[in-house]
C-alpha cells in the first residue's frame, strides 16, 4: 500500500517523485546543480544551492494532517 508521497512503508524513503538534483546549464560546458534530501516520511531535510550553502529543515508532526516546519540557516532558526 502506498501513501501519498509512494512510500511503501514509514521506514522506505520514497520511489518516485522526489526530486534530490536540480542541474542548471550555464554554458555549453559548465552547469550548477541544486540539491534536496528527504527523510524517509517525504519531508525536506537539507536544500543545498549552487554555492553549496545549505538550509536545513525540521519538521515535526502535530496530528495526522498537520505539522510544524522549522528552517535553519546559517544556525538562524526561522
Known amino acids: 500500500m502506498l501513501n501519498n508521497r ?3 512503508s ?3 524513503p520514497p520511489t518516485r517523485g522526489m526530486v534530490t538534483r536540480v542541474q542548471q546549464m550555464k554554458d555549453a560546458s ?3 546543480s541544486t540539491y534536496t534530501t528527504y527523510d524517509t516520511y517525504g519531508n525536506v531535510l537539507t536544500g543545498t544551492d549552487g ?3 545549505m538550509t536545513k529543515y525540521l519538521t515535526i ?3 495526522a494532517d ?3 516546519r522549522i528552517t535553519i540557516v546559517n544556525g538562524d532558526i526561522s
Do not use: A, Q, R
Request: neutral net charge; proline residues 0%; charged residues 0%.
Open 6 to 8: 509512494n512510500n511503501t
Open 10 to 12: 514509514l521506514t522506505t
Open 30 to 32: 559548465n552547469s550548477i
Open 51 to 53: 554555492n553549496g550553502n
Open 61 to 63: 508532526s502535530i496530528l
Open 66 to 68: 498537520s505539522f510544524l
